[in-house]
């Protein structure tokens, strides 16, 4: 089973950058898509970056491209959500997840979440 933990959130001015991180307790992901999600309050979750364990390659939400980017560090297991030029609206809490043969990286099922870390981005 994989274990998700997660880091890296607070408050922060609008125009302003965070780091999020996503430690995952596993063998091996070589398997694995390693995504991020946000649920604002009274709003439903929705996908925000992923990327595939193995091969590297990424997918972004057209409302965070080009602002945001997921990465990885093999060695220790650690997925990383860069956030900048942060908006208001970006406002939410940030969930890392872990899916198994996932092949649509924003519309798979992912199996594993971490509990959430709350990002504020103030104006």
């Known amino acids: 089973q994989v274990q998700l933990e997660e880091f890296g959130g607070g408050l922060v001015q609008a125009g302003g950058s965070l780091r999020l991180s996503c430690v995952a307790s596993a063998r091996s992901f070589s398997n694995y898509v390693m995504g991020w999600f946000r649920q604002a309050p009274g709003k439903e979750r929705e996908f925000v970056a992923a990327k595939r364990w193995s091969t590297g390659r990424t997918d972004y939400a057209d409302s965070v491209k080009d602002r945001f980017t997921i990465s990885r560090d093999n060695a220790k297991n650690t997925v990383f959500l860069q956030m900048n030029i942060l908006k208001p609206e970006d406002t939410a809490v940030y969930y890392c997840?872990?899916?198994?043969?996932?092949?649509?990286?924003?519309?798979?099922?992912?199996?594993?979440w971490g509990q959430g870390t709350q990002v504020t981005v103030s104006s």
């Open positions: 997840a872990a899916g198994y043969a996932i092949s649509n990286l924003s519309r798979g099922r992912y199996d594993y």
